[in-house]
């Protein structure tokens, strides 16, 4: 779902490492970033959301205005439904992943599907509307006023739905929904929308858009919007009968109205969209890009794309929640006196420096998700035994021999967390300053002695999926378990 465009604009945005970046005074309720940057040269349009017309779960949209429940029942609709519902104001579609094939005919995307983990309500609970869902567009080349978006959504907040006449539906809660929205800049057609019981942070949600050459539903062909919860078993099915294939992918968007400021976003620093399996795939079509709106508030977003184009993530900065049951957790690991800890802004400074208030990188490996986080006290170690490990590439390490105390170490079935004592000549460690596996060359100890060492206390401590957030020491990601 997408506002209406106010106002028709030649952007021209700057494009760093496939991440589109537009500012708030360029854009206003606008739904895209320029075409031609994105390699493309479509119009732009966007989609009034000023009613959604919640249908029960299996109904079939045959058009703009004809909509087939489950039971067989065919119900019409028209634009006086939607004429008293109101847009939703402010904000809009704030970053999101793409990507572009075909011509809408012969040739679309034909499959999209991936799963994410509903992540921590917002701490400021006021008029914000959140959703968080991958999707397929198509729009007319001919007439950018038409198009459409189909969509599984993970939605939280109040919206207008037609009851009839309009009321609001929904709550300070998550809940499901697929949503089929066309779009018409005369506000014509309404947004139809199957939804589901409510869902709980933690829960995983797949979302799957997938299409059939022919449907005796429809008597043409049909995308099948299908929406699962499957940590509580909920679901929600909407089909949609239609001639032209989605020419746009996305694999992860966030979208959210009434955000004044950034604890109105989600708790905790993003959400990653992961198993991303897409027809189409993206070793024919090329990786996902990523796009980030600019504005007010500014949460530190970020979109992009992991290598392989399995995993999309979106990332904004809002206040942590305690830290959900993690595999492992705790604090930093515990580093010698001078260990260098690299900063949020890039700088670095040395561990025994740091103090509470002091902003960090925190880093995951396996996932690749970057985030900040916050030092809350810096705890001293005494050992008798240190252990320093020397590598092909970066400083020296030197840490204590916990066997809390551990590193990721590549292996035949990826990444894995390691004791350091257990760490040989020869294994490959992930390098955060490099951005790749370095070699170790040299593994010494010493023993005798006190030895002070020291612990950073930071939160937040873990993503909202439970994965364990390190800072980055000497240039490694530091991980202590309890």
């Known amino acids: 779902m997408r506002l209406k465009m106010l106002r028709i604009l030649i952007l021209v945005p700057l494009i760093f490492a496939n991440l589109v970046i537009i500012s708030e005074d360029m854009l206003v309720h606008s739904s895209r970033a320029s075409d031609s940057a994105?390699?493309?040269?479509?119009?732009?349009?966007?989609?009034?959301?000023?009613?959604?017309?919640?249908?029960?779960?299996?109904?079939?949209?045959?058009?703009?205005?004809?909509?087939?429940?489950?039971?067989?029942?065919?119900?019409?609709?028209?634009?006086?439904?939607?004429?008293?519902?109101?847009?939703?104001?402010?904000?809009?579609?704030?970053?999101?992943?793409?990507?572009?094939?075909?011509?809408?005919?012969?040739?679309?995307?034909t499959y999209l599907a991936n799963q994410w983990q509903v992540p921590w309500d917002p701490a400021n609970q006021q008029n914000n509307l959140i959703y968080l869902f991958n999707s397929l567009q198509w729009w007319d080349p001919t007439n950018p006023q038409h198009g459409w978006i189909i969509q599984p959504v993970l939605e939280w907040g109040y919206q207008n739905v037609y009851c009839p006449p309009i009321c609001t539906a929904g709550g300070h809660y998550w809940y499901l929904e697929n949503e089929i929205v066309f779009n018409s800049f005369l506000n014509e057609y309404p947004a139809y929308a199957s939804?589901?019981?409510?869902?709980?942070?933690?829960?995983?949600?797949?979302?799957?858009?997938?299409?059939?050459?022919?449907?005796?539903?429809?008597?043409?062909?049909?995308?099948?919007?299908?929406?699962?919860?499957?940590?509580?078993?909920?679901?929600?099915?909407?089909?949609?009968?239609?001639?032209?294939?989605?020419?746009e992918a996305n694999?992860?968007?966030?979208?959210?109205?009434?955000?004044?400021?950034?604890?109105?976003?989600?708790?905790?620093?993003?959400?990653?969209?992961?198993?991303?399996?897409?027809?189409?795939?993206?070793?024919?079509?090329?990786?996902?890009?990523?796009?980030?709106?600019?504005?007010?508030?500014?949460?530190?977003?970020?979109?992009?794309?992991?290598?392989?184009?399995?995993s999309f993530y979106l990332q904004w900065d809002s206040q942590p929640p305690p830290p959900p049951p993690p595999p492992g957790g705790g604090g930093g690991g515990s580093v010698a006196f001078g260990t260098l800890v690299t900063m949020a802004d890039g700088t670095t400074k040395a561990?025994?420096?740091?103090?509470?208030?002091?902003?960090?990188?925190?880093?995951?490996?396996?996932?690749?998700?970057?985030?900040?986080?916050?030092?809350?006290?810096?705890?001293?170690?005494?050992?008798?035994?240190?252990?320093?490990?020397?590598?092909?590439?970066?400083?020296?390490?030197?840490?204590?021999?916990s066997p809390k105390m551990q590193l990721w170490v590549l292996t035949s079935n990826g990444p894995v967390r390691e004791p350091v004592a257990s760490i040989h000549s020869g294994d490959?460690?992930?390098?955060?300053?490099?951005?790749?596996?370095?070699?170790?060359?040299?593994?010494?100890?010493?023993?005798?002695?006190?030895?002070?060492?020291?612990?950073?206390?930071?939160?937040?401590q873990f993503t909202a999926n439970g994965d364990l957030l390190e800072y980055i020491a000497n240039g490694y990601p530091d991980v202590i378990t309890n």
């Not at 100890?445 to 020291?454: E, P, R, V």
Request: glycine content about 12%.
């Open 38 to 109: 994105r390699g493309t040269s479509s119009g732009s349009f966007a989609f009034p959301r000023n009613c959604i017309i919640p249908v029960p779960n299996g109904s079939t949209v045959r058009d703009v205005h004809t909509v087939k429940f489950a039971d067989g029942s065919t119900h019409q609709y028209s634009p006086a439904d939607c004429a008293m519902g109101q847009a939703a104001t402010i904000n809009g579609w704030i970053e999101y992943g793409y990507n572009y094939y075909g011509n809408g005919g012969a040739t679309g995307f």
């Open 195 to 247: 939804g589901a019981p409510s869902a709980s942070a933690g829960d995983i949600i797949r979302g799957t858009i997938s299409w059939q050459s022919y449907s005796d539903e429809c008597g043409e062909p049909m995308y099948t919007i299908t929406e699962s919860d499957s940590t509580n078993g909920a679901s929600t099915v909407l089909n949609f009968c239609t001639d032209t294939l989605g020419t």
């Open 251 to 310: 694999p992860g968007v966030l979208e959210a109205y009434n955000i004044n400021s950034c604890d109105e976003l989600p708790q905790y620093y993003g959400v990653t969209f992961s198993n991303t399996v897409s027809t189409p795939s993206v070793s024919s079509i090329g990786n996902w890009y990523g796009a980030v709106y600019g504005g007010s508030p500014s949460c530190n977003y970020g979109a992009s794309a992991s290598a392989d184009g399995g």
């Open 351 to 401: 561990v025994q420096n740091l103090k509470s208030g002091d902003q960090i990188i925190v880093y995951n490996v396996p996932n690749g998700y970057q985030g900040t986080a916050r030092v809350t006290g810096l705890d001293t170690v005494t050992a008798s035994t240190t252990l320093t490990l020397f590598t092909d590439g970066g400083r020296p390490l030197r840490t204590d021999t």
């Open 428 to 460: 490959k460690i992930y390098n955060y300053d490099l951005h790749s596996w370095v070699t170790v060359t040299n593994v010494t100890t010493a023993t005798g002695g006190q030895h002070t060492l020291f612990d950073p206390i930071y939160t937040p």
